[in-house]
């Protein structure tokens, strides 16, 4: 017998399907062919290695960001977590890109036409590195809700977008971090894609009076569980 | 152990560009990969046949390294790169809930027909994994569309 490392396969029980009508723009995006399924030998299991140079100071702190010496408007939070492979490994070193609305509901980007006000110290892009536990930790303000098109009187509910590299490709995962008693939460076609409570639970961030900083910010603790090392046991010829 | 539950995915949104497109990350550096300079230029489509202005494609071989690109407004992405076997490829967008893992390959290299993942595609879907050699001005460009869905729609992996 010997361990053979393998990378766990995606769990379609939690992740959302391609297809998902209530969210209209699925309808012409969502691959419609079987996913080709890849024997896990061809499977890529290194990965683009992220280190300090990735992330700039400041970057984790998207109140300061902006560099206009202006502090960002809105609800400043603490976020904080633990990058961890299924297997219950920490990945140290994890690069997590971060972008949000800003307080009234509002991307400092071209094509969001909303009429909610820009703010002038606030760009919304963050990154931050995990430690060797696999922690941690960026500075922000509370992201705004905001309406869309996708069907009469649509509004996304308050969200973070995160994006994190694993240890090899294949584990690469983009989210969207949600917060704890949003009422637009069952309204919400993206955040209800997910197909199970469970998984559905744990896109919403934790309020952690621990985290929060005394006359600062409000803390939430957000996990985020990566695809691992399956080590399957394999019965080798001898 | 007990596996944990990993966490779900969620589309990128139409606004990536804030946290994902900080730098250009579409010329790939590798001075000491083997292998000619090229280009690998194509257009997103979605199921309709209109280019998609809002998807990103990341690329990674271990031997080149890493690259990053958003489609234009006109669906339009475009890598410099040495060329390797082949790359990895991962297709987020609007409106795409879970990214989509391809491969490109290139038209002119011999390794292709000794590639057990090209090899074990339909025959008659492997083009779409294939970037078509064309040299404009003296320079390799590999012309490599993606169809995420419909006539010619592009192979993605269950990876």
């Not at chain 1, 990378?7 to 691959?31: G, K, M, N």
């Not at chain 1, 960026?138 to 869309?148: D, E, L, N, Q, V």
């Not at chain 2, 994994?129 to 729609?153: A, C, K, T």
Request: hydrophobic share 35%; charged share 25%; proline share 8%.
């Amino acid at each position: 017998m010997t361990d053979v490392a393998r990378l766990s396969r995606r769990d379609w029980q939690v992740h959302p399907p391609y297809l998902h009508e209530a969210y209209l723009s699925t309808t012409l995006r969502a691959p419609r062919q079987s996913l080709l399924h890849l024997d896990p030998e061809a499977a890529e299991l290194t990965g683009p290695v992220f280190g300090p140079e990735a992330v700039g100071p400041g970057d984790a702190d998207l109140t300061l960001n902006a560099g206009t010496g202006g502090r960002a408007i809105g609800q400043r939070i603490m976020v904080t977590g633990r990058v961890l492979e299924d297997d219950g490994r920490p990945v140290a070193n994890a690069l997590i890109e971060i972008w949000q609305a800003n307080a009234a509901g509002r991307y400092r980007h071209q094509q969001d036409d909303g009429c909610a006000p820009l703010d002038p110290n606030f760009i919304g892009g963050g990154r931050v590195l995990t430690d060797t536990n696999g922690d941690y930790r960026f500075t922000s303000i509370h992201p705004g809700a905001y309406p869309w098109r996708n069907h009469h009187n649509a509004w996304r509910p308050s969200h973070i977008h995160l994006s994190i590299f694993g240890s090899s490709f294949p584990s690469r995962l983009v989210t969207q971090m949600y917060f704890p008693g949003d009422p637009l939460l069952p309204l919400d076609p993206i955040f209800n894609s997910v197909p199970c409570e469970r998984g559905r639970e744990l896109l919403i961030a934790r309020y952690d009076h621990d985290v929060t900083e005394p006359g600062l910010a409000l803390g939430y603790r957000f996990d985020i569980v990566l695809r691992g090392r399956d080590e399957t046991p394999m019965e080798t010829p001898r | 152990m007990k596996p944990l539950v990993q966490t779900p995915s969620q589309t990128v949104g139409p606004f990536f560009s804030i946290g994902l497109c900080r730098e250009h990350q579409n010329v790939l550096a590798a001075r000491d990969a083997a292998g000619e300079r090229v280009r690998i230029e194509g257009i997103v489509f979605d199921g309709a046949r209109a280019p998609v202005p809002d998807a990103m494609l990341e690329v990674w071989h271990p031997s080149i390294g890493f690259g990053r690109a958003a489609t234009n407004p006109h669906g339009e992405f475009r890598f410099e790169t040495a060329r390797p076997p082949y790359f990895n490829v991962i297709v987020f967008a609007r409106g795409m809930l879970v990214h989509a893992f391809t491969r490109v390959y290139f038209s002119d290299e011999a390794r292709n027909a000794d590639d057990a993942v090209l090899q074990s595609v339909d025959p008659a879907r492997r083009a779409t994994l294939i970037g078509e050699r064309e040299d404009l001005d003296g320079r390799p460009v590999y012309q490599w569309n993606i169809r995420l869905q419909g006539d010619g729609e592009t192979v993605f992996f269950d990876l």
